[in-house]
């Protein structure tokens, strides 16, 4: 079945510092979504891509739909500490969205 | 409310008691989905309600796990007999229409088993 990889798995970035995440699938996708969860919250949507190479930006955030439609990126950029938390991509299955296993980032002040 | 809505928030039961949580979606919304997510892990899926009937049940661990519908609205789901491993927060998740519309996730039930 489909599956989805996301690396790394965890990261721990000082304030002010790039951060970059990405999502692989096993099988193409036509739409890719960017959720985040902070501690004790469910997941909020965050980004949406729908079609290839599509590149679009929330606020900080910057995510890409790869070419290859097997693959999205998620970029923040100047980190503060709000950002803690899980990010999970996600990308639709049959009757489900199949989300990927998420990225834990600890923002260092 | 303008959110999904679950209840309770925390859940502390007994091993081998009855639990139903409740997931109230976001109003007009026709798919609903419930989702486990384990300490440190990602989400499992669960279940997929489409209307009051469930296309997807694929995801439910064991016969002990049972959800239903009612109204095209609110949504209970019932672990019989709970077993230590069913410690978890349990999302719900609701979209427009189609399975492949977006999903918006509630807070949780964090439920653990003594």
């Known amino acids: 079945g489909q599956q989805l990889n996301q690396s790394p798995q965890s990261m721990f970035i000082q304030e002010g510092e790039d951060v970059s995440m990405n999502c692989t699938s096993s099988s193409i996708f036509n739409t890719w979504l960017w959720y985040k969860q902070d501690p004790g919250e469910g997941p909020v949507l965050l980004i949406a891509?729908?079609?290839?190479?599509e590149l679009t930006s929330n606020g900080r955030l910057t995510a890409q739909f790869g070419i290859t439609r097997k693959d999205s990126f998620l970029n923040i950029s100047a980190s503060i500490p709000s950002d803690v938390g899980i990010y999970f991509c996600?990308?639709?299955?049959?009757?489900?969205?199949?989300f990927g296993t998420g990225t834990r980032l600890k923002v260092l002040a | 409310g303008a959110g999904v809505s679950q209840s309770p928030s925390n859940k502390v039961t007994e091993k081998g008691k009855d639990v139903e949580l409740r997931c109230d979606p976001i109003?007009?919304?026709?798919?609903l989905y419930w989702y486990r997510q384990s300490l440190g892990q990602g989400l499992e899926f669960l279940i997929y309600?489409?209307?009051?009937?469930?296309?997807?049940k694929s995801g439910l661990p064991s016969d002990r796990f049972s959800a239903e519908r009612t109204g095209g609205s609110v949504s209970t789901l019932t672990i019989q007999r709970t077993q230590q491993e069913d410690s978890a927060v349990y999302l719900c998740?609701?979209?427009?229409?189609?399975?492949?519309?977006?999903?918006?996730f509630g807070p949780g039930t964090r439920l653990l088993v003594l």
């Open positions: 998740a609701s979209s427009p229409g189609a399975a492949e519309e977006t999903q918006y």
């Open positions: 309600f489409q209307g009051n009937s469930a296309p997807d």
């Open positions: 996600a990308g639709p299955g049959t009757y489900k969205y199949i």
């Open positions: 891509l729908y079609k290839a190479g």
């Open positions: 109003s007009g919304h026709t798919a």
